[in-house]
């Protein structure tokens, strides 16, 4: 009994232990969320802006851009995998992973051959312990995503894209992020960046619809030059927002319930606990009283 009860006392320590863990991990992601949230925010007119404009030149312009035709035949895609640096955030990474297994099973369908990008060492760490190449990898910083670092992804993407696949390039740029809907649900999302297939805020005339003039200067060539790398800065920047914000929610939604788990486990070995330190009194007490009717009976 009294080796028993020490396990119990052990494992409440254990778990109390675990407990101050999660519940200092759960109170640094709510306060990083609020940050999260609020750059994710002020990113967000810029992005919408950016989207317009680039909509309105691809839309009513003549002019075919590298970075807007649909090419011929395709034959090569990327994909770019946005997911975390460290762990203990639920299923964030692992579904965002799962969505771009399903993406790539899908361009392979179409006789595509995909080029991997990952964002995160979670992706980095899945796909090299399943032997997958990637064409490049970026680790550090997800829950605090810099401009720099999007900038370098997007001039990645965007060369790649102009190389074509013809020529160790890519024909089409997706990007598998989770997009932040509120503190409870994270959404796993896929979107084409490249060739422009949205169309934010603009709609598409109808046959008997007069077209508005537009006036370029400089010309149309030069304004999408301009205008589309910065639409994919943009975009690649606003889903790592979207991807650290997510991160902190699923982090402290999952920390959470760990500190809860880890209250039940107490009250469970403390009941446990207290019933073997009772099992153990009531023999002492047997054996004593055993003990005293054996000295009456030998008398």
Do not use: C
């Not at 910065?230 to 760990?258: G, P, T």
């Amino acid at each position: 009994m009294g080796a028993q009860l020490r396990v119990y006392r052990q494992k409440i320590r254990s778990a109390q232990t675990t407990k101050k863990i999660t519940r200092a991990m759960e109170l640094i992601s709510a306060s990083r969320i609020q940050k999260a949230q609020a750059r994710m925010a002020a990113s967000a007119p810029y992005a919408r802006a950016v989207t317009r404009a680039v909509s309105a030149v691809a839309t009513y312009s003549n002019v075919d851009h590298v970075l807007t035709t649909e090419r011929e035949n395709p034959r090569r895609a990327a994909v770019v995998v946005f997911s975390s640096d460290r762990g203990l955030a639920g299923g964030f990474s692992s579904q965002v992973i799962r969505e771009a297994n399903e993406l790539r099973t899908r361009l392979e369908g179409e006789g595509l051959e995909v080029v991997n990008y990952l964002v995160g060492r979670k992706a980095v760490q899945y796909y090299a312990f399943r032997r997958r190449t990637a064409a490049k990898e970026w680790m550090g910083g997800t829950d605090q995503p810099t401009f720099e670092t999007a900038k370098d992804i997007a001039d990645t993407l965007v060369d790649a894209f102009i190389a074509g696949g013809e020529n160790e390039g890519v024909d089409e740029i997706h990007i598998v992020y989770n997009r932040f809907v509120s503190l409870v649900t994270q959404t796993p999302e896929i979107v084409r960046v490249l060739p422009l297939e949205i169309v934010d805020g603009v709609e598409e005339p109808g046959e008997t619809d007069v077209l508005p003039l537009y006036e370029f200067e400089p010309e149309v060539d030069d304004v999408l030059d301009g205008l589309l790398p910065v639409y994919i800065e943009s975009r690649i920047f606003n889903a790592m927002l979207q991807s650290a914000a997510s991160e902190h929610a699923a982090r402290q939604k999952a920390m959470k319930s760990a500190t809860d788990n880890a209250d039940k486990l107490i009250r469970e070995y403390t009941r446990l606990a207290n019933n073997a330190r009772q099992a153990e009194i009531t023999q002492q007490i047997s054996e004593i009283v055993g003990g005293a009717d054996a000295l009456v009976s030998a008398k």
